[in-house]
């Protein structure tokens, strides 16, 4: 998993690991992949499309010669015609709209992993909006949720503690931890970070933004 969203990747990465996946490591730029990918024996790799450093495209020679039998997938919120040939041309096996729920994205890993070649159309027309629309299954789950808990799940999601959490909130770390275990209960979970994985799989929270999407 690379992304320079830590916040994205590392909460992707244990989504990843909650279903099944064996994550082999977790980089924030194409630079930091290099090494991992020697490393490691990947059967798949996920990357984000923009980094600081430029386009992931740019560096796919590099990539899979550190990798030839990793199968490359490319994150992105809008896919157009030039990106998609020139990624297909550089042998990237598939393209995921970011704006998927995770199981969506689980998904496309795992036909890609089959063996298939993949493109989420969403991203093609740029439809990413439509795709974050929370489903029927996000809406009974937020609803048990008060705002406060809900600011609550999105700030665990960015990766806030409790003490950040209780500072940014203007309330005692008494209060805020009371609040953390409403949300766990109400989750039907026992940690933070199982918290982060069903907000997640359910969509209720972007994990690359911390937003709350379930309406």
Do not use: N
Not at 170 to 179: F, L, M, Y
Request: charged share 25%.
């Amino acid at each position: 998993m690379c992304d320079d969203h830590a916040m994205f990747a590392d909460s992707l990465s244990l989504v990843l690991a909650d279903a099944g996946h064996v994550v082999v490591g977790v980089a924030y730029s194409p630079s930091e992949l290099l090494p991992v990918l020697r490393g490691r024996d990947a059967d798949v790799c996920l990357v984000d499309l923009r980094f600081p450093q430029g386009d992931v495209l740019e560096w796919m020679p590099r990539l899979r010669g550190a990798a030839p039998r990793t199968r490359f997938v490319v994150l992105t919120g809008y896919l157009d015609r030039p990106i998609l040939e020139a990624g297909l041309a550089a042998g990237v096996r598939g393209f995921a709209d970011k704006g998927r729920q995770a199981d969506d994205i689980l998904a496309l890993l795992q036909r890609v992993e089959a063996g298939e070649v993949v493109v989420d159309h969403a991203a093609t027309h740029g439809d990413a909006g439509a795709v974050r629309r929370p489903r029927r299954q996000a809406q009974r789950a937020a609803r048990f949720l008060t705002p406060r808990e809900r600011e609550v799940l999105t700030r665990l999601t960015r990766g806030e503690s409790t003490q950040a959490l209780a500072k940014a909130m203007g309330v005692t770390r008494s209060t805020a931890r009371s609040h953390v275990r409403s949300v766990l209960g109400k989750l039907g979970v026992h940690s933070q970070r199982e918290a982060v994985i069903e907000a997640a799989r359910h969509g209720l929270v972007s994990v690359e933004t911390g937003e709350w999407l379930a309406g």
